[in-house]
């Protein structure tokens, strides 16, 4: 399947059980009781084998988009490269083309809007693109939450430069370029994107979204406090049925420092949630949180 042909097909919701029957409801027999009920009344989740039947079908989009990390000249200068936006659009589409997703792709993870949650595709990989066109250090950061997609988009990269597709933005022979390739249900503004594929997802009636429940705050790093060094940092990442965050699923949406994004994800590896649910079911959802951290010096 080529990309560009923009193919429909319908995407079957997973659990990490296996697959979700259309229209099969859980029962008590094959559902786990997971938690105490809350104060506000919200009832326990339930691990289920199935969910409900959906609620309505929509259309969604899986975008792709392509940005510089760092450029490495042949002399060892580091500087953030100003590709020409059509030199990066050619490497994208040289990936694209190379990208094979047959239906039907099982997205398991959801997005919670509303009283509505769909399935959603959100990875991140990292890669060095060599002077001569060829690819190392090539690296999931995050996964898209379809394994078939994450095999898919490797295979792409790994084909693109073993086959030398990607030298238009290679540069001088010894020059490196530190590219990063994220997938979404959005376009995004930096970079080059592009439409990957189009599909057809189930929506579910959400009842509950995800909620942290014990969430102790992230430890200020002593290297960063010794430096009067803050910041903001936001993460990306998938609460699964269990409470907990997936690891895998981490991605640093916005950053300012190094130490205190890494004590921001040791504190979420260590939080306590309230799965969301549908008909009752536990299902695992995207979740953002934000962190500031402000170094003030008393008097």
Known sequence: ???SSFPLFTAVALLAAGAVPAGAQSTAQD????????????PPARICDALPAPIDVA????????AVREY??????????ELPPSALALALEAIASRVEVHPPLAMPVFAAVGERATPVVDGEFTFTLRGDGSVSRLRMVATTYAAQLDTSIVR?????????ALVAIAGEPKDTVALRLTLGMEPDSTGASRALFALRVPVQHLDYPAEARRHPPPAFPMVAWR???GGRVRVQFV?????????????????????IALAA??????????????????IPQVMEEEFTYSVRWMP
């Open 227 to 229: 430096n009067g060094v």
């Open 1 to 3: 399947m080529r990309p």
């Open 239 to 259: 609460v699964g049925t269990d409470g907990h965050a997936v690891p895998g699923t981490y991605r640093l949406l916005d950053t300012d420092y190094r130490e």
């Open 59 to 66: 259309q969604a989009t899986v975008h792709a988009n392509l």
């Open 265 to 282: 994800l040791n504190a979420i590896a260590k939080w306590e949630f309230a799965p969301a649910t549908t008909g009752g079911c536990a």
């Open 31 to 42: 559902a786990a009781v997971r938690g105490p009920e809350s104060r506000d009344g919200r």
């Open 156 to 164: 792409a990269i790994e084909q693109a430069g073993a086959e030398h």
């Open 72 to 81: 490495i000249t042949s002399d060892g200068w580091k500087r953030r490269a």
